[in-house]
């Protein structure tokens, strides 16, 4: 499984950005799916995660604000973000966990996302 993250970027307090997450492979349906983030120097924490039935769960931090959905014809997970705050300033990851034991061993490379004040 190789995974494409995008959708980055810059924006200011209260705004919104949708990440994407595309995947290679034929059995993507089959994974539960992450996104995580991490800032320099702290370790790289879940935000979100989306089994492949569906069922989803969320960091305490952005529940109610963060949305994870997957399209499993495009083999693409996304995590829409509402309401962004400055402390959600990070370096977002997705990654697949294939054995859907919450164990994540394929990752994306990193897109930087920055909340300004």
């Known amino acids: 499984v190789q995974l494409q993250a995008s959708g980055g970027g810059l924006v200011q307090a209260g705004g919104s950005l949708r990440l994407s997450c595309a995947a290679s492979g034929r059995t993507f349906s089959a994974y539960r799916m992450g996104w995580f983030r991490q800032v320099p120097e702290k370790q790289r924490d879940l935000v979100a995660s989306i089994s492949s039935g569906g069922s989803t769960n969320y960091a305490a931090s952005v529940k109610g604000r963060f949305t994870i959905s997957r399209d499993n014809i495009k083999s693409t997970v996304y995590l829409q973000m509402n309401n962004l705050k400055p402390e959600d300033t990070a370096v977002y990851f997705c990654?697949?966990?294939?054995?859907?034991?919450?164990?994540?061993?394929?990752w994306g490379q990193g897109t930087q996302v920055t909340v300004s004040s």
């Open positions: 990654a697949a966990d294939r054995t859907n034991t919450y164990s994540f061993d394929w």
